[in-house]
């Protein structure tokens, strides 16, 4: 299973952007799926968690009332909603999913996830 982030780009402080996040391969069954970033320099941070029964969703504190995690079943897609944007923000961000019970317990660290996508950059200007 892999998957595939999209929708990073420039957007000025302020503005928004929207990233998505798909499976290629087999079909495969998830506890949860998440967002996370990475700024040069800095740890891998936990922004969003979406878990597969329920939907219920969790934020990391820096995102929190600004951020929103979304699924289509449909169309097998996570997205992520960003908005009011700042220059703190900027970082590459991945998509994961996590396959155990360990993963919809411990969402927020990033050695709970299964799988990774391989990033999409989100630069935010001042």
């Known amino acids: 299973v892999q998957l595939q982030a999209f929708g990073g780009g420039l957007v000025q402080a302020g503005g928004s952007l929207r990233l998505s996040c798909t499976p290629s391969?087999?079909?495969?069954?998830?506890?949860?799926m998440g967002w996370f970033r990475q700024a040069p320099g800095k740890e891998r941070e936990f922004v969003a968690v979406i878990r597969r029964i329920a939907g219920r969703t969790f934020y990391g504190d820096s995102v929190k009332g600004r951020f929103t995690i979304s699924r289509d079943s449909a169309k097998n897609t996570l997205y992520l909603e960003m908005n009011s944007l700042n220059p703190e923000d900027t970082a590459v961000y991945y998509c994961a999913a996590g396959r155990t019970s360990d993963s919809g317990a411990y969402y927020y660290r990033p050695s709970s996830y299964d799988y990774w996508g391989k990033g999409t950059l989100v630069t935010v200007s001042s």
């Open positions: 391969g087999r079909t495969f069954n998830y506890v949860v």
